[in-house]
């Protein structure tokens, strides 16, 4: 209830602003809530994301940029996580951003949760970006190149490399981090390919999804992804593969996804597959069959969602799951 406090005290003071101000500042946000269920023993209502932003607009300065952004979730016991505290610079087609953010990794980890077509993003996405399991953030500096049509975009990062749901004073480690984006234009249609990649050193740290519980890794870590997206008028295919390699030790993951739109109606299907370095997880890939209703864009979007396992012709791990999502303006 404190941290509710404080998100109502910041949309608030957003309020109070003057007009001079609030010309200067761009703010929103949206909830999620979200009810599941495997028909058996779990049944379960939640928030899923209660999210707020707060970013500078374009009369703010020529040059610099900021945003913040907080949220709340059930599945973080309804604890206020301040997730992005971003400063940029931009110089015509290069930029600089400094501070706490998620670092260029991936494709769908950079496709917003409101306009996601699935209710979450797959398994090796979570686990396999830089800093998946670890907070997605982390605190660095990343440098940013977009050419003026933007076919080419392409970032390089330096971080301290342990997220951020720990301090380190004394931190011994960092971790550098690629990506690069192509845009090829085609007709009406967007395609897009493009691959990422990470070098971290670590002393001590725990990765969980990863690597087992309570197990500490010191060494080097080397991360790798590519990516592929195609959209249509009324229908979008896109794919990623992830790996990420503890001195000859290796995770791997991928995901298929494919999205069929008519008018406000979305039908989708996605195969994913996730094997970690944990040896008591069950490394079976996953299904997903969905129905999306978009009664207002991405404003107003009610979601229902099926993802479940097969094992020898039976469907296990089945999660039923319906989701309403409201944007605030």
């Known amino acids: 209830m404190k941290k509710l406090s404080v998100l109502l005290f910041l949309i608030f003071t957003i309020s109070a602003f003057s007009q001079e101000n609030l010309a200067k500042l761009e703010w929103n946000g949206y909830a999620q809530l979200c009810a599941s269920s495997n028909f058996i023993d779990n049944n379960s209502f939640s928030l899923r994301r209660l999210k707020f932003w707060m970013k500078s607009s374009p009369e703010f300065s020529e040059h610099w940029s900021y945003k913040v952004q907080a949220t709340i979730s059930s599945i973080a016991q309804e604890k206020f996580f ?24 991936s494709l769908q980890r950079f496709q917003s949760d409101y306009s996601l077509s699935t209710i979450e993003r797959a398994k090796a996405i979570d686990a396999l ?9 982390d605190i660095g500096i990343q440098a940013n190149f977009s050419s003026k049509n933007k076919h080419i975009q392409t970032h390089f990062g330096i971080f301290n490399g342990y997220g951020v749901k720990e301090y ?13 984006i192509l845009n090829i234009p085609l007709n009406q249609n967007k395609f897009q390919i ?19 519980d309570s197990f500490l890794y010191t060494g080097n870590d080397f991360r790798s992804n590519i990516f592929v997206h195609f959209q249509a008028r009324f ?9 990420a390699n503890f001195e000859g030790e290796k995770a791997e993951g991928f995901y298929f ?5 008519v008018n406000k109606n979305q039908f989708v299907f996605s195969y ?3 094997t970690d370095l944990i040896e008591k997880t ?34 296990e791990n089945y999660i039923a799951s319906i989701q309403m999502q409201v944007f605030f303006k």
Request: hydrophobic share 35%; no cysteine; charged share 20%.
């Open 272 to 274: 994913e597959k996730y």
């Open 129 to 137: 970006i830089p800093s998946g399991s670890l907070g997605v953030r």
């Open 282 to 315: 069950t490394d079976k890939p996953y299904y997903r069959l969905a129905y999306n209703y978009l009664i207002n864009k991405n404003k107003i979007k009610l979601y229902f969602d099926n993802f479940f396992q097969i094992n020898e012709g039976k469907i």
């Open 82 to 105: 301040l997730q992005d505290v971003k400063i940029a610079y931009t110089l015509g087609l290069f930029s600089v951003d400094f501070g706490q953010f998620v670092p260029e990794y």
């Open 235 to 243: 229908f979008e295919l896109q794919a990623e593969y992830l790996n």
């Open 168 to 180: 380190r004073f004394q931190n011994q480690g960092y971790m550098l981090s690629h990506k690069t």
């Open 257 to 261: 996804l494919s999205t069929l739109n």
């Open 194 to 212: 493009g691959y990422s990649l990470q070098y971290r050193y670590t002393q001590n740290l725990e990765i969980p999804k990863v690597l087992p």
